[in-house]
């Protein structure tokens, strides 16, 4: 079994900064991918940032210049720096992590519980 959990939501004023983590723990053998995403009500899920296990990123047009994803290999964590944030930065950010765990052959994905960012003008 995985668990994740997210820290680090909260309400800022537009053009703060936010930064969110993610810790994964439990019965993991390695992990792949290390992902941000984020919801509004009504609209689909949509990727944030994204880091492979290479530590190769990506990053959702919206965000790119403003947002940062980082790693922390030996603790399993990853994190999402927010500056300059807009008030349509406003939403639900989950992590999604790739894990093989040791009592499986498949790398299998887990999902954070979701931390709400609230961004004012």
């Known amino acids: 079994q995985v668990q994740l959990q997210e820290s680090g939501g909260g309400s800022v004023q537009a053009g703060g900064s936010l930064r969110l983590s993610c810790v994964a723990s439990?019965?993991?053998?390695?992990?792949?991918?290390m992902d941000w995403y984020r919801q509004v009500p009504g609209k689909q899920r949509e990727l944030v940032a994204g880091?492979?296990?290479?530590?190769?990123?990506k990053y959702g047009e919206s965000v790119k210049g403003r947002f940062s994803i980082s790693r922390d290999y030996d603790k399993n964590a990853v994190y999402l720096q927010m500056d300059n944030l807009k008030p349509e930065d406003t939403a639900v950010y989950y992590c999604?992590?790739?894990?093989?765990?040791?009592?499986?052959?498949?790398?299998?994905?887990?999902w954070g519980q979701g931390t709400q960012v609230t961004v004012s003008s």
């Open positions: 999604k992590v790739t894990v093989l765990s040791r009592d499986s052959f498949l790398y299998t994905d887990y």
């Open positions: 439990g019965s993991i053998r390695s992990i792949n991918h």
């Open positions: 880091s492979t296990g290479l530590g190769i990123t």
